[in-house]
Antibody
């Protein structure tokens, strides 16, 4: 059974940093692109970025370029999202998803507020 | 900035048929955009329904189908059930990035 479990969310002040993790199981992790998606409270889904199988290719939405970094550790079957210079508008539930989002985690809430 | 547009809301009667569409600000949507569709119910993570325009996942009910229609991606629900009431999102692939549509709130009434 494919499982994706996000962790690391919480309350952070504007300008601060946070690292999200996504633990994957039930499939061969290093065979898949992985994706981060976010959803602000009461809003729609927003594609944040993705990473290829060996981490050599990464793509981001414009508003997070230079602030967010996606990485992965295939030995640990884990995906990461390092977020810095956080803004109030980054407040959202962050989901990790496999590939073109066929499987999703349950999400972790990031709140950026003073 | 690329914008993907969906109908904000639609209403359908139980047993009826409804088509949701997904348009791109860059022009006609083709299979190259790998259109996919997702269902999200309140308090839940999204669930994938359709990928690569028309392919269903193993868990996707037969009443859901995907296609291209008039330059847009489309999701058709035939024989709508009360449990189909949800928010539906499309996702399109561009060069190096992907974009979700704004979502369609489907009401079954």
């Amino acid at each position: 059974e494919v499982q994706l479990v996000e962790s690391g969310g919480g309350l952070v002040q504007p300008g601060g940093s946070l690292r999200l993790s996504c633990a994957a199981s039930g499939f061969t992790f290093n065979n898949y692109w992985m994706t981060w998606v976010r959803q602000a409270p009461g809003k729609g889904l927003e594609w944040v970025g993705n990473i290829n199988q060996d981490g050599s290719e990464k793509y981001y939405m414009d508003s997070v370029k230079g602030r967010f970094t996606i990485s992965r550790d295939n030995a640990k079957n884990s995906l990461y999202l390092q977020m810095s210079s956080l803004r109030a508008e980054d407040t959202a539930v962050y989901y990790c998803a496999r590939g073109a989002c066929d499987y999703w985690g349950q999400g972790t809430l990031v709140t950026v507020s003073s | 900035q690329t914008v993907v547009t969906q109908e904000p809301s639609l209403t359908v009667s139980p047993g009826g048929t409804v088509t949701l569409t997904c348009a791109s600000s860059t022009g006609a949507v083709t299979s190259d955009y790998l259109p996919s569709w997702f269902q999200q119910k309140p308090g839940q993570a999204p669930k994938a329904l359709i990928y690569s325009t028309a392919y269903k996942h193993s868990w996707t009910p037969a009443r859901f189908s995907g296609s291209l229609l008039g330059g847009k991606a489309a999701l058709t629900l035939s024989g709508v059930q009360p449990e189909d009431e949800a928010e539906y999102y499309c996702l399109l692939r561009y060069s190096g990035y992907w974009v979700f549509g704004g979502g369609t709130k489907l009401t079954v009434l």
